[in-house]
């Protein structure tokens, strides 16, 4: 998969030590595939392999094939409130 990162992006991937490859996996293979009704963006939610009980969120447009921003979180919530709150809507 040939992906664009932003600066952003980058920034936090080197913060947080997380490969490439498992934010590609991420999108791949997510649990979840939601639509940032603010943005337009696509985010995929994916458990981490490297880290116990932490998912990745990763936030991308899928027609520009790049990747805007990851987080790694612990805190399911807020992907949860998000989704309640009406901004996140699932669509897979």
């Known amino acids: 998969m040939k992906l664009d990162y932003t600066r952003h992006a980058q920034l936090k991937l080197k913060e ?18 939601m639509l940032d009704l603010e943005t337009g963006n696509l985010v995929a939610v994916g458990k981490r392999k490297t880290v116990q009980d932490h998912y990745l969120i990763v936030v991308y447009s899928s027609e520009q094939e790049k990747v805007f921003t990851v987080i790694d979180t612990s805190k399911r919530d807020i992907i949860e409130k998000r989704k309640e709150k009406g901004r996140w809507v699932k669509i897979r």
């Open 16 to 33: 947080r030590e997380i490969q490439k490859l498992e934010v590609e996996e991420i999108m791949k293979h997510p649990d979840e595939v």
